[in-house]
């Protein structure tokens, strides 16, 4: 299935789900589909309380594995919340995987100051220098593992302007998100730094779509926290204290986009779970 077709059912999802009519599309008779790292029954969950969809429309697909993706918001009664999606499609046009991370701020989202929805995507949409599938993953799974108890050692390639958004907010190159002092820095001096060390483990890693032409990798996975750290000491010496002191997991879908051998842009959407939760996707 080519990626005009994959858009295509894209398009129809979202129309469905804007007017909450999950039983206009074209399920598998064992589809799966997942809100927030839960099985549901499509038409469960955010197709009852939807009542519109924000501007912004960040799409990718993969027609070697028949997976479409996008970035976007919807809209309920309490608030607009960032989500990501992510469909697999069958041989037969057929929606057979639906997973959706939804970011809503009044539940369990990771809530930042600052300007959450933009009418644009940040994350440039052309095409890129080629490089192989294999290249591309292990560059997404090499953040994976620079993040992974995060010392100041880089584990993937960055480039000099990457930036990172996180729950709609932008994390990196952003002196105005004085909540953590270090967001006015880049993606790799951040890493060097060792900021994150409190990051215990990126468990149940997946990279379900990649988007060749465009140099997209989309990963779902779990970081885990102990909440153990306390205070801690950079790499620069200086000491940090850590923002995460309870038990808990945060559950991501996150974007990259990979050009010329190095990250360049990262968008992720992620939301708390309970500490070590499974993921019914890696269920046989």
């Known amino acids: 299935m080519d990626r005009a077709a994959l858009y295509g059912i894209l398009d129809q999802f979202l129309a469905a789900l804007k ?18 790292n839960v099985m549901l029954e499509p038409g469960d969950g955010v197709w009852a309380t939807n009542t519109g969809l924000g501007d912004y429309d960040l799409r990718f697909a993969d027609p070697v594995t028949g997976q479409v993706g996008w970035f976007g ?14 469909l697999g499609i069958n041989q037969a046009g057929q929606i057979a995987e639906a997973e959706m991370v939804i970011v809503r701020d009044s539940e369990y ?5 600052g300007k959450r929805f933009w009418d644009k ?10 490089a192989s599938r294999q290249t591309l993953l292990e560059l997404a799974d090499g953040y ?33 998100l004085t909540l953590f002092h270090w967001a006015s820095m880049g993606c790799e001096e951040q890493f060097k730094l060792g900021i994150y060390r409190y990051d215990d483990r990126l468990r149940g890693r997946r990279f379900p779509l990649v988007d ?15 909440g153990r750290l306390g205070r801690y000491q950079l790499a620069d010496g200086t000491w940090n204290n850590s923002p995460i002191r ?5 559950y991501l879908g996150e974007l990259f986009k990979i050009d010329h051998g190095m990250i360049e842009a990262i968008e992720a959407n992620f939301i708390s779970v309970p500490y070590h939760m499974p993921s019914p996707w890696d269920a046989a």
């Open 109 to 113: 989202g990771m809530a930042l100051p």
């Open 144 to 176: 994976f593992s620079t993040l992974q108890l995060n010392d100041g050692t880089i584990n993937t390639r960055f480039a000099p302007d990457c930036n990172r958004v996180e729950n709609g907010v932008q994390t990196t190159n952003n002196p105005e």
């Open 212 to 226: 060749e032409e465009r140099g997209l990798v989309f990963a779902f996975g779990f970081i885990d926290h102990s």
């Open 19 to 36: 007017l909450r009519d999950a039983g206009s599309l074209p399920w598998a008779s064992a589809v799966r589909h997942s809100e927030n």
């Open 121 to 130: 995507p940040r994350l440039a949409a052309e095409p890129v220098a080629p």
């Open 246 to 250: 309870r038990p808990h997991s945060f």
């Open 73 to 86: 918001s919807v809209i309920e009664p309490l608030e607009e919340s960032a989500i990501c999606l992510r």
